[in-house]
């Protein structure tokens, strides 16, 4: 491509429209609204995992405006069978639904779902396939919650008052 064409699609590409989710850092609205949402407690020791991670995420600061509630699905369904009917491979299956209350007026402001799976290879020692569960749960907790953190900033961006450099 040569320096003029490059040029000109950078120009274009700042004409787009596009605007950073986390712009203004943390005194931003994205980060403001974030702050203000307490993660109610969640039964099970997946919902301990999964509000210990969405705690470290949305870092909650002084009074919540918001209180988010998760419902979660955890399932293990083994499908690699051999001939002596052994299962050989597992999948772990976490859902999520959530759904974000406005703590003033308890109206859901968002209610949404989100989940991921892993594949977990079936060992002959039990201790083994146990700890291969619990990383896929682990593992699956942080990847949940991250879909549920990205959710909420669209949700923050979309209703957050527009930024003062942008008014015209």
């Known amino acids: 491509m040569t320096r003029p064409?490059?040029?000109?699609?950078?120009?274009?590409?700042?004409a787009c429209g596009l605007?950073?989710?986390y712009s203004g850092g943390n005194s931003g609205p994205v980060a403001a609204t974030l702050a203000g949402v307490s993660v109610a407690p969640i039964e099970g020791r997946s919902g301990w995992l999964m509000q210990a991670a969405l705690a470290d995420r949305l870092q909650a600061?002084?009074?919540?405006?918001?209180?988010?509630?998760?419902?979660l699905d955890d399932k293990t369904?083994?499908?690699?069978?051999?001939?002596?009917?052994?299962?050989?491979r597992e999948r772990r299956t976490l859902r999520a639904r959530y759904q974000l209350v406005e703590s003033a007026t308890g109206q859901t402001v968002l209610d949404a779902t989100a989940g991921s799976d892993s594949g977990i290879d079936v060992v002959s020692s039990d201790y083994a396939?146990?700890?291969?569960?619990?990383?896929?749960l682990e593992r699956l907790t942080g990847v949940v919650a991250d879909?549920?953190?990205?959710?909420?900033?669209?949700f923050a961006r979309r209703t957050?008052?527009?930024l003062p450099s942008a008014a015209k």
């Open 5 to 14: 064409a490059l040029f000109a699609s950078l120009l274009l590409l700042s």
């Open 61 to 71: 600061a002084g009074s919540p405006r918001y209180q988010l509630k998760v419902e």
């Open 77 to 88: 369904t083994g499908f690699g069978v051999r001939r002596d009917d052994a299962v050989t």
């Open 160 to 162: 957050a008052e527009p």
């Open 129 to 136: 396939t146990i700890a291969a569960e619990d990383t896929a």
């Open 19 to 21: 605007q950073p989710l």
């Open 147 to 154: 879909q549920i953190v990205s959710r909420l900033a669209l």
